[in-house]
């Protein structure tokens, strides 16, 4: 069993930057891989990135490519997501997500593990 606890959400001005952070607990965790997914007001929710349970690897959608960074601390069992030069319409509640290592899955259904969520706010 995976618990997940999201933190560092806030409101920031277009163009500022945040820094989430999310603490797994479990003893495997280290071998999941995990990710983050968003749902803005009145949203589908969506993928936002992925990470290996190496680190190595990560992957990201294009809204959030070249902006948003994901990395990871396995010995501090915690996933970051570095948001730089935000914009307005990534307001959101961000989620942590964590599955078994496998193959790169950027739906929701195919993460069992979820955090409650972290509320971000751009304002423009």
């Known amino acids: 069993q995976v618990q997940l606890v999201e933190s560092g959400g806030g409101l920031v001005q277009a163009g500022g930057s945040l820094r989430l952070s999310c603490v797994a607990s479990?003893?495997?965790?280290?071998?999941?891989?995990m990710g983050w997914f968003r749902q803005g007001p009145g949203k589908e929710r969506e993928f936002v990135g992925r990470i290996n349970w190496t680190g190595a690897n990560t992957y990201y959608a294009d809204s959030v490519k070249g902006r948003f960074t994901i990395s990871r601390d396995n010995a501090k069992k915690t996933l970051y997501l570095q948001m730089n030069s935000l914009k307005p319409e990534d307001t959101a509640v961000y989620y942590c997500?964590?599955?078994?290592?496998?193959?790169?899955?950027?739906?929701?259904?195919?993460?069992?593990?979820w955090g409650q969520g972290t509320q971000v706010v751009v304002s423009s």
């Open positions: 479990g003893r495997t965790v280290g071998s999941y891989d």
């Open positions: 997500t964590a599955r078994a290592a496998g193959e790169l899955v950027t739906t929701s259904s195919g993460y069992p593990y």
